[in-house]
């Protein structure tokens, strides 16, 4: 099969298109032909092994590879059609739409993937493309979870801190149909798609800094690693909540003793991709897709996630994406 692989970290340029062995599904197993997957922030970071939050350095390194990385097939996130299953599979069969996380093995940039049948893989929505739907899986599973923690009640303030992110659009969404009123901090030029989605106020991080402007929030969610926790932690009334998706130790630390920091990570399970499907069928969310790029344009694809101009999920087309 044909498959975008990486052997080595570094620049985008480590990525190239070549044939590889195609893999095949245990007693247990699914094995889907991909149709699209997103290129995300994780794997940029992957791919360069550069990684903002520096406690996870050590423990990371050492599950991915010292020297190299030991798996060479990037991409979590992914929607396809399943093409056989495993003698004792009973929730998939051949033909079936899906999507979802190929989880830590990854395998998505890749024209087949093997995914365990108890994996954070559902039935496709069926108001979306292949794109669309990988588009979906690490921002909807993210920023669902975070915004259940949050425990968000109608009528809130809810602030997202990098809300023009691939976690944070959904988690702007999300936020707008849990009844909330949404701030979203993020670069000017995704202002309009943020307004767009439901964000009823906006700040450009660029030229100001939001928290010096006097806001008061409920739940601050914030997606930027290297903000600063404590002004951010100012902003909130009291009971307010301050979730991180990037929690350096000093936040991991805090949210053992306080009950305004949430630290969490999202698990990934089918119920919540389940109800993203159903959110997406009702139209209460909806991916946002900047652009689709080849197999072979693999690098051009984490090259506009890592220089940041994109509106929406970059995707990369491993099959007929629509
Ligand atoms: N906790 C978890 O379970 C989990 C899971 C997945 C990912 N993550 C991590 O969470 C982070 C966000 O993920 P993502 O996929 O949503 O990333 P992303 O798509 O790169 O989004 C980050 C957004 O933040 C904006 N931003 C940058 N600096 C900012 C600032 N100072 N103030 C406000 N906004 C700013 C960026 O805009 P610009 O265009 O201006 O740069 C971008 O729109 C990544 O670092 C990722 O590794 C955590």
């Known amino acids: 099969m044909k498959a975008v692989v990486y052997t080595r970290y570094g620049d985008p340029d480590v990525l190239h298109l070549t044939d590889v062995p195609a893999p095949l599904p245990g007693e247990r197993e699914i094995l889907i032909r991909v149709r699209a997957a997103e290129a995300t922030k994780s794997d940029c970071e992957l ?3 550069r990684f903002s939050v520096k406690w996870f350095w050590l423990p990371l390194r050492i599950a991915v590879g010292i020297r190299r990385p030991r798996r060479h097939i990037l991409g979590g996130y992914f929607a396809g059609e399943v093409v056989s299953v495993g003698g004792r599979v009973t929730r998939f069969a051949a ?7 190929a989880g830590l093995g990854l395998g998505g940039y890749g024209e087949y993937v093997v995914v365990p049948e108890s994996a954070a893989i559902v039935p496709k929505p069926r108001n979306m493309t292949f794109a669309e739907a990988a588009a979906v899986p690490l921002g909807g599973l993210n920023a669902l979870h975070f915004m259940r923690r949050a425990g968000i009640a109608p009528g809130e303030r809810v602030l997202i801190n990098g809300a023009g992110g691939s976690i944070g659009l959904h988690a702007v969404q999300i936020a707008r149909s849990m009844g909330a009123h949404v ?3 993020d670069h000017a030029i995704k202002e309009e798609l943020l307004r767009r989605l439901g964000a009823d106020d906006f700040v450009d991080y660029t030229s100001v800094d939001v928290t010096s402007t006097g806001r008061r929030f409920d739940v ?3 997606m930027v690693a290297g903000s600063s926790h404590r002004r951010l932690l100012g902003m ?6 301050y979730l991180s998706g990037n929690p350096r130790l000093s936040v991991l630390l805090r ?5 305004s920091v949430i630290v969490t990570f999202a698990p990934e399970s089918r119920e919540d991709l389940a109800d993203l499907a159903e ?4 139209g209460a969310v909806r991916p946002i897709v900047d652009r689709v ?3 072979a344009e693999a690098a051009e694809a984490h090259r506009r996630v890592e220089t940041e101009q994109r509106l929406g999920a970059i995707v990369i087309a491993i099959g007929d994406p629509e």
């Open 220 to 222: 601050v969610f914030d």
């Open 183 to 185: 701030t979203a901090v």
């Open 47 to 49: 791919r360069a092994f």
């Open 279 to 282: 959110m997406i069928e009702a």
């Open 95 to 101: 033909g079936d739409p899906v999507y979802g996380s």
């Open 255 to 259: 949210g053992l003793t306080s009950r």
């Open 293 to 295: 790029y080849p197999m």
């Open 236 to 241: 909130l009334d009291p009971g307010g909540r």
